[in-house]
């Protein structure tokens, strides 16, 4: 959908952006929120914010009731987790990597320092 | 310094920054000296890295090989130089060969940007791993290494590609 809406790649990742956003700040440890209660929270308009529901709905990280006729939303916690889970994995490997650099700079350092007093 | 910090930033991409109490000039040494890099590029504890073999020279080829202490199981990549601006740039071509022929990692070269910024000493690196598809950074990251990420980035794919 992101694509099909902004052709120009700045927009798109800006559109991410404020999807992340919505689901960070207006979804996020809240129970359910109607599209006009997110507008309200947000400095977007109305068919912005519904695209992004739109779009957060059909990666299912978001559910909306049928029934009430304001369609309210929530968050699906564990998808989102799942999401989460596999960047903080990758961090960790680098992490894993660059900790170890972090060691053997202080060591160069060291060196260097001492290589100056002599 | 804050842990690294991995983004998407766009469905070929993985970004991840990290800064080092360091001058660049002694990070650059340790990004382009093997017996340097190979002491910290051994990826998850219980690996090693025994191959690090590198020509930095524009065109000049790279080898790189991890091993798992436990059980000598290998895998690596290799590539060739794009490009070395001296404690500023370096980025090069990436082919890795897995554990497992049947995992498919993608048959075009990914590109790797490594760019270096010195703020008051510190020194900022952010590694830019552009894939030549989708479909080739899905690959990359479920396998070898990054084993149980499968099934968690599938649902990203999904997720963020569309937003």
């Known amino acids: ?118 | 310094m804050k842990p690294a910090e991995a983004s998407l930033p766009s469905d070929t991409e993985v970004l991840v920054k990290r800064s080092f109490d360091a001058p660049v000039k002694l990070v650059w040494r340790a990004y382009m000296e093997p017996d340097l890099m190979r002491r910290w590029c051994s990826g998850l504890p219980g690996w090693s890295m025994p191959v690090c073999e590198m020509d930095m020279r524009v065109g000049g080829k790279y080898r790189w090989r991890w091993r798992s202490d436990e059980n000598g199981q290998e895998f690596g990549c290799t590539g060739e130089v794009l490009e070395v601006s001296p404690h500023t740039k370096i980025a090069h071509t990436q082919i890795w060969d897995v554990i497992d022929p049947s995992d498919s990692m993608g048959s075009e070269p990914s590109i790797v940007t490594v760019t270096f910024h010195e703020v008051n000493g510190i020194t900022n690196v952010a590694t830019s791993i552009k894939f030549a598809s989708k479909a080739d950074r899905d690959a990359a990251f479920s396998t070898g290494m990054t084993d149980g990420m499968e099934t968690s980035y599938k649902l990203l794919d999904g997720v963020l590609v569309e937003m």
């Open chain 1, 1 to 118: 959908v992101g694509r099909r809406l902004f052709p120009d790649r700045d927009e798109q990742l800006a559109f991410r952006r404020r999807g992340q956003e919505l689901l960070e700040f207006g979804l996020q440890g809240r129970g359910e929120a109607s599209v006009s209660e997110l507008v309200g929270r947000f400095s977007l308009t109305q068919p912005t914010i519904s695209s992004h529901l739109k779009v957060l709905e059909s990666a299912g990280l978001i559910s909306r009731r049928k029934e009430a006729q304001l369609r309210p939303c929530k968050l699906v916690p564990e998808r989102l987790k799942a999401v989460t889970d596999w960047l903080e994995q990758v961090q960790e490997i680098w992490e894993g990597n660059y900790k170890r650099l972090d060691a053997l700079l202080a060591q160069l350092k060291q060196q260097e320092k001492q290589e100056r007093k002599k």
